[in-house]
């Protein structure tokens, strides 16, 4: 069983996509609730916990909750962060007393100026010596991009730089356009532009650096590139904002939109389906169901 909290929506950034925007005036979850739900859940056999925010390592809740976690028997804990915190050797050094850890590092852009305009912070150096630390302290470190029309003619320097930099991974994440509704076609480009850039970038690059997706549907590439959709447990628990607990198959369901053409798609398993808001925006002619 995996479990997803978030310790509240804090952050030191102030993405102007961020799909927690509409959210942020909590800043901290109640730690008590945070700790029933870790205890429930171990319970019953966690094998994955993803701690995540808000950003995080600027919780004041942060060292406590993963101190608690660590206690329990949890195969995997894996930190999604924006990884300016990682900058700071100490925090670094302080992370490693808790391995085994895996840690999903977002960087969206490959320049500071792209990164000051749509992060709204000056964090670009930040980041980039965070995940340098944590290749140099052996850690798990994947890159996490989330792929939008602001960046999807920049994926390819971005790409590079993670090479130079000695990322072994990196996972591709459609935006989520919720957040951005009054700006949705600058933001959210159409499917078939994002398979075309990733086609080329994983037959050039999947050599070197392991490639993921995540949120597209797979009926937008060529069959063979199934192997690249990262697994995903639709039943994973979700401690929501609400304070409810829910599977990640109840969110999706309020989120996410199966087109009728999709009864007979033999990918529907591992298929997500797509957004609501991208139905409203952009329909569904470009699902091709492999049946
Ligand atoms: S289920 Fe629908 S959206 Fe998903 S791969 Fe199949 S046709 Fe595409």
Not at 173 to 179: H, L, P
Request: proline content about 5%; hydrophobic content about 35%.
């Amino acid at each position: 069983m995996e479990l997803d909290i978030k310790l509240g929506y804090l952050c030191n950034n102030n993405c102007v996509f961020c799909l927690n925007k509409d959210k942020k005036f909590l800043s901290v979850y109640p730690k008590e609730r945070i700790v029933r739900e870790i205890e429930q859940v171990c319970s019953r056999g966690c094998e994955k916990l993803v701690i995540s925010g808000g950003e995080p390592l600027v919780s004041p809740i942060f060292w406590e909750i993963l101190e608690f976690a660590r206690s329990k028997k949890i195969n995997v804990i894996e930190i999604q962060t924006n990884g300016r915190m990682l900058s700071k050797i100490e925090v670094v050094e302080g992370l490693k007393r808790f391995e085994p850890l895996a840690f999903l590092v977002s960087l969206h852009f490959p320049s500071k100026e792209e990164y000051l305009k749509y992060c709204n912070s000056d964090g670009f150096e930040e980041v980039i010596r965070g995940i340098k630390n944590l290749i140099s302290y052996n850690c798990d470190v994947t890159v996490n991009t989330v792929v939008m029309r602001p960046n999807l003619h920049r994926l390819e320097n971005l790409l590079k730089l993670l090479i130079s930099l000695g990322v072994k991974k990196v996972n591709y994440r459609f935006i989520d356009g919720k957040n951005v509704m009054e700006q949705y076609e600058r933001f959210v480009p159409r499917f078939r532009e994002c398979s075309k850039t990733l086609k080329k970038l994983i037959e050039k690059y999947s050599s070197k650096i392991k490639i993921s997706l995540n949120e597209f549907p797979p009926c937008i590439f060529p069959e063979e590139f199934i192997k690249y959709f990262s697994p995903w447990d639709p039943g994973r628990i979700n401690l929501t904002i609400r304070g409810e607990s829910l599977t990640t198959r109840k969110i999706l369901e309020e989120q996410f939109v199966y087109p009728p053409k999709c009864e007979w798609c033999k990918y529907r398993f591992m298929c997500k389906g797509i957004r609501k808001e991208y139905h409203y925006f952009y329909g569904d002619d470009e699902l091709a169901p492999i049946t």
